[in-house]
């Protein structure tokens, strides 16, 4: 049985794809400019407000923590923060390119607990408790068994808010791209490190993300036996915005490539 919590999650999850996927079909929303390269619609504010809504009837009294709305005031008394993205993969949403999801953890006393990473388009699943394993809808998920870089589909993402760093990237990409079986960019960080969970993709990287943007995943990844980590291997992600995640044997080459 799930617990109360991840159902809480599950529903406002579907909430939000609902909009999302009316709002595809529709089109003609506004978009507005947050800085270069980095857009919302009237969409992410409407997926976000459903999300917010559902979580605050059943738990008034939890943190939030969401890519629009920034974090609650005068939440600190609580251990529970929901960590939100209501539309990852915005750019791609707005263009009609078809990968983007819909991200919410929940963080109990500095720890992941729960995890859903939503995908609207193709109706797919994820979730993950701590300790319960990770599933694809009703499927238990594991990472792959791939042992070793040159054999392995590794999943990255543009540091597109960070521009100085761009060099250090490239530097990255170009090890990676003589390294392993091949790079893939798809554009939406939460459902990437949901792929890695699931096998289609080996391992992960890219730096300069947000927390909401990896929560989700990051807990994906450890409940169905992969490792997360930042640039050296340390627990240190969440904090600093850059991550690596992958099979357990890949993960010690895959950090050795990007050093």
Same mark, same amino acid.
């Given at each position: ?9 599950? $529903? &406002? @999850?579907?909430? +939000?794809?609902?909009? !999302?996927? =009316?709002? #595809? ?19 992410? $504010? &409407? @997926?976000?407000? +459903?999300?917010?809504? !559902?979580? =605050?009837? #059943? ?201």
């Amino acid at each position: 049985m799930q617990h109360p919590m991840l159902n809480v999650a599950i $529903k &406002a @999850a579907r909430r +939000a794809g609902s909009i !999302i996927n =009316r709002a #595809s079909l529709a089109g003609g929303f506004e978009v507005q400019t947050k800085r270069a390269n980095d857009f919302v619609t009237e969409i992410d $504010k &409407a @997926a976000e407000n +459903a999300i917010i809504d !559902i979580i =605050r009837h #059943s738990y008034p009294d939890h943190a939030i923590l969401a890519e629009e709305s920034g974090e609650d005031t005068g939440a600190e008394k609580t251990e529970y923060t929901w960590v939100i993205d209501p539309l990852d993969g915005t750019t791609n949403f707005i263009h009609g390119f078809p990968q983007y999801c819909v991200s919410i953890a929940l963080r109990y006393r500095g720890q992941l607990a729960h995890a859903v990473v939503y995908d609207p388009l193709k109706n797919e699943l994820f979730t993950a408790s701590k300790g319960r394993g990770a599933y694809l809808d009703d499927r238990r998920v594991r990472v792959t068994k791939c042992a070793h870089l040159r054999d392995g589909l590794i999943g990255t993402g543009f540091p597109f808010k960070e521009l100085d760093r761009l060099d250090l990237y490239m530097k990255q990409m170009r090890t990676m791209m003589t390294s392993s079986a091949g790079v893939r960019r798809a554009g939406a960080a939460a459902l990437d490190l949901a792929y890695v969970a699931c096998g289609r993709i080996d391992g992960f990287w890219e730096m300069g993300l947000s927390p909401w943007d990896m929560a989700a995943g990051a807990l994906l990844i450890r409940e169905a036996g992969g490792l997360v980590g930042g640039l050296t291997g340390e627990d240190d992600w969440y904090e600093t915005g850059d991550i690596v995640a992958s099979t357990p044997k890949l993960f010690p080459q895959l950090l050795e490539a990007i050093k």
